[in-house]
């Protein structure tokens, strides 16, 4: 696949998406400028790892840094004037924003703030970001449309999701900064985050612990394996090139990136037992706030203007990912 520009920087390098999406950027021949502070919500040996790989390639640098930290920012933009900025950084996960909000503030309302700044300042000429399928709240209405409301977050992580929304609109508007959102639905796979469902669940069978099963299990979830969000990722970078400033709109699209099929969780923990030939311990549990019933992209706008469409099955994507946690 070509790709139209030949240096990126990629916030969040050290992170599960960030990781595969360089990876696959510097197998295609581009340079890859990693930003990331490699902080300890999670695991930082993985976070290391992960790195570790993403060193041994010539054409990727790193900088040790956090998004609030607008001088080392500034010297980054200021050195490398990259034209296309990927923005996977962020305080992740919907549970614990509950229990230390302000690690929300400062990187994903605070440290988005500051990319956008550096941005318009450095002629950035294209800004993709991560947004969430959190955004889309307890809607009942299914498959989740990008053209649906999204203003009824139920959780202060999908609150600052939506926020970036919005402030990457208004940038979009008042400075022509062409920006594209991704809003991810449960992804999972080789290096995945090991606070997420499909992680944990695969930990604790393995290791002969309940796993905790929330709404009692009657849950569903688009879970959609990494290669699929990389391959719309790269898509959109060579699509971003054509985003332009027409009929008075400003530059911005929000994009759904899912695998367009709910899978049960029962069906999911399933499938993972057999993959294993262990038996799972269930712990029943009712909702937890914050939490969806259903996740459920639709992804007609991704697939009419880049042609992309998810190719990997549920036990196919579960299988790669087992083997992968076997034999790290």
């Known amino acids: ?11 969040g390098a050290a ?21 990331d502070n490699v902080n300890e919500y999670y695991d930082v040996a993985l976070k290391e790892a992960r790195l570790n790989e993403l060193k041994q ?29 990927i923005h996977l ?17 400062q990187s994903n309302l605070v440290g988005f703030v500051n990319i956008l700044e ?10 993709l970001y991560a947004s969430s399928s959190s955004v889309y709240g ?12 999204t203003d009824k977050p139920i959780s202060l992580y999908a609150a600052t999701k939506k926020s970036n929304e919005l402030f990457a609109y208004t940038y979009s508007h008042l400075f022509g900064i062409p920006t594209t959102g991704m809003r991810f639905f449960t992804v999972y796979g080789p290096w995945g985050r090991p606070d997420m469902a499909p992680y944990l669940f695969l930990e604790s069978i393995l290791q002969g612990r309940p796993i905790k ?10 879970f959609t394996y990494i290669d699929d969000v990389v391959n719309s990722v790269i898509s959109l970078i060579n699509n971003s090139f054509a985003l332009k400033q027409k009929d008075g709109q400003p530059p911005y699209k929000v994009y759904n990136i899912g695998n367009n099929r709910p899978e049960k969780l029962l069906d999911f923990i399933a499938i993972l037992e057999e993959l294993t030939g262990k038996k799972a311990i269930m712990e029943f549990l009712p909702l937890q706030s914050g939490d969806v019933i259903a996740t459920f992209a639709n992804i007609d706008e991704l697939v ?24 790290k």
């Not at 696949?1 to 916030?11: A, E, Q, V």
């Not at 009942?140 to 409301?149: A, H, K």
């Not at 299990?217 to 688009?222: L, T």
Request: charge should be negative; proline fraction near 4%; include cysteine.
């Open 213 to 222: 099963v929330f709404n009692n299990g009657a849950m569903m979830r688009d």
């Open 138 to 149: 307890a809607s009942e209405e299914i498959p989740f449309s990008v053209d649906d409301r």
């Open 118 to 127: 550096c941005c318009r300042h450095y002629n950035t000429a294209h800004l």
């Open 15 to 35: 992170g599960f998406i960030g990781f595969h999406v360089s990876l696959r950027l510097l197998s295609l021949g581009a340079r890859v400028i990693g930003y």
């Open 304 to 327: 009419h203007d880049t042609g992309i469409m998810p190719e990997t099955l549920l036990r196919d994507g579960l299988a790669k990912f087992v083997t992968w946690r076997v034999n």
């Open 89 to 105: 950084a962020a305080q992740a996960g919907v549970r614990y924003s509950l229990e230390n909000p302000d690690a929300y503030v």
């Open 1 to 11: 696949m070509l790709i139209k520009s030949n240096i990126f920087l990629i916030t």
């Open 57 to 85: 390639h010539d054409c990727f640098s790193f900088v040790y840094a956090d998004l609030a930290d607008t001088t080392a920012l500034h010297e980054v933009f200021s050195k490398y004037s990259p034209p296309v900025v």
